[in-house]
């Protein structure tokens, strides 16, 4: 591994370590675990000056799931669209994210071209609900017995 000393690296070098870093993590990262690998090699504020210069290029692109912080590397993709989905349990608090290549996703992006004439290069879903582990475990959650108690104020509505 090549070791860098913190001082002498330079806006540049940082810019193609985070790129890096992205294309090996399938194109995205929560920006804090990309920060805590690439803290032994750059300041903070290297780091952070590289994730808005990468921005400004539109090579990445920022946003937020749940309150976390992402990063996508979304570059050298003229004509292709980024379709990133996650989702996100509210029962145990894990996120999930995959890469969507469907075409009834990308006909979205084309409504939305027509409708709007607003060319989409980047496209976030976010689904609210309940991954299977915790729909598996369905006897120990809090949820299910919430949605057990709504059943039944819904029945005791219906009864009167
Ligand atoms: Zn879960």
């Known amino acids: 591994m090549v070791v860098y000393k913190k001082r002498l690296l330079r806006n540049n070098q940082i810019c193609e370590m985070i790129l890096d870093n992205l294309k090996e993590n399938g194109n995205i990262a929560k920006k804090e675990d990309l920060v805590k690998k690439l803290i032994s090699f750059a300041s903070l504020s290297t780091i952070y000056r590289g994730i808005t210069r ?24 003229s004509n292709k669209i980024l379709n990133l989905t996650f989702f996100v349990c509210d029962i145990c608090n894990q996120r999930f994210w995959l890469k969507l290549g469907n075409k009834k996703l990308e006909k979205i992006k084309r409504e939305i071209k027509k409708l709007y004439d607003f060319d989409s290069k980047f496209v976030l879903y976010e689904f609210h609900g309940v991954c299977k582990n915790c729909l ?6 809090p949820l299910n017995l919430k949605k057990e108690e709504i059943n039944n104020e819904n029945s005791s509505y219906a009864n009167r």
């Open 136 to 141: 598996l475990s369905k006897s120990s959650n």
């Open 54 to 77: 990468l921005e400004k290029k539109g090579l990445i692109v920022a946003f937020d799931v749940a309150n976390d912080k992402y990063i996508a590397y979304i570059g050298d993709r």
